[in-house]
């Protein structure tokens, strides 16, 4: 049972880290602490839901539309509200109201359009995968671990795109623009690079990666126009756990958040889960506020 619960935890822990990083280069990038992700998220399964029920496109084509949609979602939000506020030099605190406003608005939006009641992407009973447990006795009662297909789409392309993008980040020119920006965002422009155009590039890739995460769950278990602030304040506590300073951080508390919940399921139950979360929060800001692979600052 506990590799089972392992497993599982994995596989959530990929979406976790997927959704972490998207907000992780928004908030390093913008220092913004960008609650409005939550709508985000929310909103990239109501557009698959869109396409897909009510339009009755192909899967795979109102996924990418989903995707587009979502990223655009994002830049949105920055252009008509965040970037105003940038040029008028607005506090880390207005920016933080103004997100949870965005929020507020887009969430009702959508409960409004397509009511409060939960939806299903895909209805009937999922394929289930059988793989051999390679930890388990000749003779034991758990010789196999049972994965559905979605869940084995979740963690294979969670896995996959979170790759890909940290070899963008660290790789490419566009990577390094980012982490300049990260860095020192006003020097940036010194150089000759454009902030506001590469801010619109931001809030599409974080806005992206949240919306994946949205879509991989959403046809898995369905959605209702709430499920983004739990998600968002999972990949909050992973951005810290992990390490504010590190995208890999960000990953990394993605998937030590999806153990601990497996854990506390196998040693407690599922009504815990959530505890964990937010005592891991407490203890690393008591103990290791700089993250696991955030580097100790000295006192002055």
């Not at 196999?144 to 993008?165: R, W």
């Not at 505890?275 to 690393?284: A, E, K, Q, R, S």
Request: proline residues 2%; positive net charge.
């Amino acid at each position: 049972m506990l590799i089972q619960l392992l497993v599982n935890g994995c596989i959530s822990g990929a979406v976790y880290a997927l959704v972490a990083l998207g907000f992780s280069i928004i908030y390093r990038s913008t220092k913004i602490f960008h609650i409005a992700h939550a709508a985000v998220y929310t909103a990239a399964a109501y557009f698959l839901y869109m396409f897909f029920i009510q339009l009755h496109l192909g899967l795979v084509t109102s996924i990418v539309l989903g995707l587009f949609c979502t990223g655009w979602l994002g830049v949105l939000m920055e252009i008509a509200v965040y970037r105003p506020l940038f040029k008028e030099e607005a506090s880390g605190s207005v920016m933080l109201v103004s997100s949870i406003g965005i929020m507020t608005i887009v969430v009702n939006t959508i409960a409004m359009l397509w009511g409060n009641e939960t939806k299903i992407i895909l209805s009937g009973i999922s394929e289930v995968k059988k793989f051999t447990n390679p930890f388990a006795g000749a003779d034991s009662a758990f010789k196999e671990i049972i994965l559905t297909m979605p869940q084995v789409y979740q963690f294979c392309i969670s896995a996959v795109i979170i790759l890909l993008l940290l070899i963008v980040l660290s790789r490419t020119k566009f990577g390094k623009k980012i982490k300049a920006i990260c860095d020192n965002d006003r020097l940036v422009e010194i150089f000759g690079v454009s902030l506001l155009r590469y801010r619109v590039k931001i809030f599409f890739v974080g806005s992206v990666m949240a919306g994946l995460g949205s879509i991989l769950f959403a046809v898995d278990v369905g959605m209702d126009p709430y499920v983004g602030m739990p998600i968002l304040l999972i990949a909050a506590v992973a951005v810290i756990v992990g390490g504010v300073e590190s995208f890999s951080g960000a990953v990394l508390g993605g998937f030590l958040l999806g153990f601990s919940k497996a854990l506390v399921v196998w040693k407690m139950s599922a009504k815990w889960e959530n505890m964990i979360v937010f005592l891991l929060l407490i203890l690393f800001l008591l103990f290791r506020p700089e993250g696991i692979l955030g580097r100790r600052k000295r006192r002055v």
